[in-house]
């Protein structure tokens, strides 16, 4: 009795460990898939106000620069593009609720960002310059800006950049949730000058009739960025394997290049 008391009483410890085991596993596997994502499909968020690199086009799609590169690289990674419209400075915020699966709308790769999102490798990089009205009494100078009212659009790296440099020699930086609103107070007289990146200035503005009557003052800035790419949870691996592998084939392959001069006289990867 003795054995067979022992044998049942040990066969119940290992039964035991066994369920708490298997507990522990569908655990592990529930929190594993509550954080997996189908790579089938991708939610692209995007701010449609930036020509050439976001835009939207006549039938309510969005289009640019930023929306060619995302559909070749979903189409090489087998993947559907949904684009998600968002606010530019509400973009970290939806991809970290994951209201989105990755941001693509020309998001400058800065080390603030990097420690709270990935970045995919680098899509192109531009330099940023400020736009005033042709014969403005400033050469963009911190002390020529001083007591001008400048514009930015919130949450991007050139409202951190004007703060930072400008402010605090008592420049006035005004921030707007689009860029459309930066160009509309400008026009409107509102402003003094606005600071975005120097190809999204001369495309989406100089280069319109609202445009007429002003230019780049001052020299090209640098933001200290490394370039624009891809913003993605830093717990989705895979999702930044695969991109990132798009992107160097694209640019191997020559396709990112046919892609850049359907916008572009130059090549917009920069050094």
């Given amino acids: 009795m003795k054995c067979l008391s022992w044998l049942t009483v040990n066969n119940s410890k290992v039964a035991m460990k066994k369920t708490s085991l298997a507990l522990f596993v569908a655990a592990l596997t529930l929190v594993s898939g509550a954080h997996a994502r189908d790579i089938d499909s991708i939610r692209l968020g995007i701010d449609p ?10 039938d309510g799609s969005v289009k640019g620069f930023d929306v060619d590169l995302g559909n070749e690289i979903c189409r090489r990674i087998h993947a559907h593009c949904q684009w998600v419209e968002l606010e530019f400075s509400g973009m970290i915020p939806a991809l970290q609720a994951r209201k989105i699966d990755a941001i693509l709308s020309s998001m400058a ?16 990089q531009f330099r940023s310059r400020l ?3 042709q014969g403005a009494p400033f050469n963009g100078t911190p002390v020529s800006l001083a007591g001008k009212q400048i514009g930015v659009q919130s949450g991007t790296q050139f409202e951190t950049y004007a703060l930072a440099h400008w402010a605090t020699q008592g420049v006035r930086v005004t921030a707007y949730k689009s860029q459309d609103e930066v160009f509309q107070d400008l026009v409107n007289g509102r402003l003094d000058a606005a600071l975005l990146g120097s190809v999204e ?3 989406g503005f100089l280069r319109t009739p609202a445009g007429k009557g002003f230019a780049f003052i001052g020299e090209p800035l640098s933001m200290g960025d490394h370039g624009v790419g891809i913003g993605m949870r830093k717990d989705d691996t895979a ?3 695969a991109v990132d592998g798009a992107i160097a084939s694209m640019r191997k392959d020559g396709t990112y290049a046919q892609i850049a001069r359907r916008y572009f006289d130059f090549d917009p990867y920069g050094d």
């Avoid at 106000?49 to 006549?58: H, I, L």
């Fill in 109 to 124: 790769i800065t080390e603030k960002r990097s420690q709270q999102i990935a970045f995919s490798s680098k899509l192109f």
């Fill in 239 to 241: 999702l930044k394997a």
């Fill in 131 to 133: 736009i005033a009205r």
């Fill in 49 to 58: 106000s930036y020509p050439p690199m976001d835009a939207k086009a006549p």
């Fill in 201 to 203: 200035a001369d495309f």
